[in-house]
């Protein structure tokens, strides 16, 4: 059996199992309503509590978990990761060979080989949450083509009678000095600006099912670094006919730093029910 083995160090997330289990603790591991959700894809520190809250809301009733991934632009193919399975803190998590086999027929694709953090920074609580559940591993390009693949991502589930849920992994505004994305200068001002202008618009467009204002917000407005997911995540909501999404909660990394730094990121958790 091939497994592919982490790439990021711990300070992304906690190798140990028990370290995962404790962070997370406070959320119910039985329950859950939705089909699709929208989580960020930071580091824990920063942004794993929201991630959580998301993954958590996904009923448990799920065969195979698709968990949508991007930093991919337009004309990228969508990337699968080939491997039997993934590396955990819980041992390993099983890909899914014949769904991604039936994927690949319709949609195309190339093996993900890459170093990224869009999917794996998440599989720890995908296994935590889903323990008997396999894996589908894709990353979606930022064009509005990906919205198509998420609903080529529900016909194929139910020709093959499959029970599935996608997750899309996404960060939202990433400002300032290190990015290269100042428009507002810096400080609270800035703050604000990303809070209620940027990342409102971009939450706004994913409530309202507007899958083309989520692409240019995304891309024009620098407001998601990976709109090909949320777009696969839409079309796969509106195909199962899973109603709008809606914001679990939002915050950003400032918030963890007691002021407002040179650079930020925003994040949130939305769910479609």
Not at 136 to 160: D, F, N
């Amino acid at each position: 059996m091939q497994i592919r083995e982490y790439s990021l160090p711990p300070g992304w997330f906690p190798h140990e199992s028990g370290k995962v289990s404790a962070f997370l603790s406070e959320f119910d591991v039985t329950a859950g309503k939705s089909r699709a959700v929208i989580a960020p894809h930071a580091g824990w520190y920063y942004s794993g509590k929201l991630a959580a809250l998301a993954i958590s809301s996904l009923k448990r009733d799920i065969q195979i978990v698709i968990v949508l991934g991007g930093h991919l632009g337009k004309g990228s193919p969508p990337l699968f990761a080939m491997e039997d399975a993934v590396k955990t803190p819980f041992s390993s998590l099983e890909i899914d060979s014949e769904l991604r086999s039936n994927l690949i027929k319709k949609i195309g694709g190339s093996e993900d080989r890459y170093r990224d953090n869009t999917i794996e920074v998440l599989l720890p609580m995908v296994h935590f949450f889903f323990p008997k559940a396999r894996l589908l591993w894709l990353r979606l390009p930022s064009e509005i083509q990906s919205y198509e693949t998420g609903k080529v991502i529900s016909a194929v589930s139910k020709e093959m009678n499959l029970k599935t849920c996608v997750i899309s992994s996404t960060d939202l505004t990433h400002y300032g000095a290190n990015y290269g994305f100042s428009p507002k200068g810096r400080g609270l001002a800035a703050l604000d600006w990303v809070r209620n202008v940027n990342d409102a618009n971009f939450i706004k467009a994913v409530e309202n099912g507007d899958a083309a204002e989520v692409l240019r917000c995304g891309e024009s407005e620098y407001a998601s670094c990976s709109a090909g997911a949320v777009l696969g995540a839409m079309g796969f909501a509106e195909a199962e006919k899973l109603g709008s999404a809606r914001l679990m909660e939002y915050g950003t990394s400032a918030d963890k730093e007691g002021g407002v730094p040179d650079s930020f990121v925003g994040y949130a958790a939305l769910s479609f029910l």
